[in-house]
Antibody
Framework: EVQLVESGGGLVQPGGSLRLSCVAS????????MHWVRQAPGKGLVWVSG????????TYADSVKGRLTISRDNAKNTLFLQMTSLRVEDTAVYYC???????????WGQGALVTVSS | EIVLTQSPGTLSLSPGERATLSCRAS???????LGWYQQKPGRAPRLLIY???SRATGIPDRFSGSGSGTDFTLTVSRLEPEDFAVYYC?????????FGQGTKLEIK
């Protein structure tokens, strides 16, 4: 069974840092692109970042460029999102997703809540 | 950046009725890169339709997608109680992978 399990969310002050992790199982992780998608409370889905299967290529939404960094460890089947210089507007549930150019986001994690507040 | 605009914002229907949801793109989108997702409260989204008209694994055939270019449609032929949720379209052909703002399908 395909599973994506996020962890690392929590409460952080503006300007602070946090690292999200997503452990994948049930599929060959190293062969898939992976993305992060976020959802602010009561709002819609927003694409955040994506990384190629081997980690050599990354892409970011303009709103997070330079502050959030996506990476992966294929030996540990784990996706990361390093978040720095966090802002109140980064408050959201962050979803780890498995991406395929044929069918988009065909698997989602349960989400990790990040709250940026003083 | 491709902007996706969904309409209506809210759709109020009864079980058994037909639902038609629209997704309009600011520029032409490849049909092979247009998807629809369903999200229920407190849950992660679920892929319903990919490549504009292909149903994802396990999705009932009352869900169908159509369209091309800048206009795409998700249709639910006969609404079941479990279909009342929020629906999002998304293009995934190239970065940035934008979503529409969502259509809430509510029970009338």
């Amino acid at each position: 069974e395909v599973q994506l399990v996020e962890s690392g969310g929590g409460l952080v002050q503006p300007g602070g840092s946090l690292r999200l992790s997503c452990v994948a199982s049930g599929f060959p992780f190293s062969t898939y692109w992976m993305h992060w998608v976020r959802q602010a409370p009561g709002k819609g889905l927003v694409w955040v970042s994506g990384i190629s299967s081997d980690g050599s290529y990354t892409t970011y939404a303009d709103s997070v460029k330079g502050r959030l960094t996506i990476s992966r460890d294929n030996a540990k089947n784990t996706l990361f999102l390093q978040m720095t210089s966090l802002r109140v507007e980064d408050t959201a549930v962050y979803y780890c997703t498995r991406f395929n150019s044929r069918d988009g986001y065909n698997r989602w994690g349960q989400g990790a809540l990040v709250t940026v507040s003083s | 950046e491709i902007v996706l605009t969904q309409s209506p914002g809210t759709l109020s229907l009864s079980p058994g009725e037909r639902a038609t949801l629209s997704c309009r793109a600011s520029q032409s989108v490849s049909s092979s890169s247009l998807g629809w997702y369903q999200q229920k409260p407190g849950r992660a989204p679920r892929l319903l339709i990919y490549a504009a008209s292909s149903r994802a694994t396990g999705i009932p055939d009352r869900f169908s997608g159509s369209g091309s270019g800048t206009d795409f449609t998700l249709t639910v032929s006969r609404l079941e109680p479990e279909d009342f949720a929020v629906y999002y379209c998304q293009h995934y052909g190239s970065s940035p992978y934008t979503f529409g703002q969502g259509t809430k399908l509510e029970i009338k």
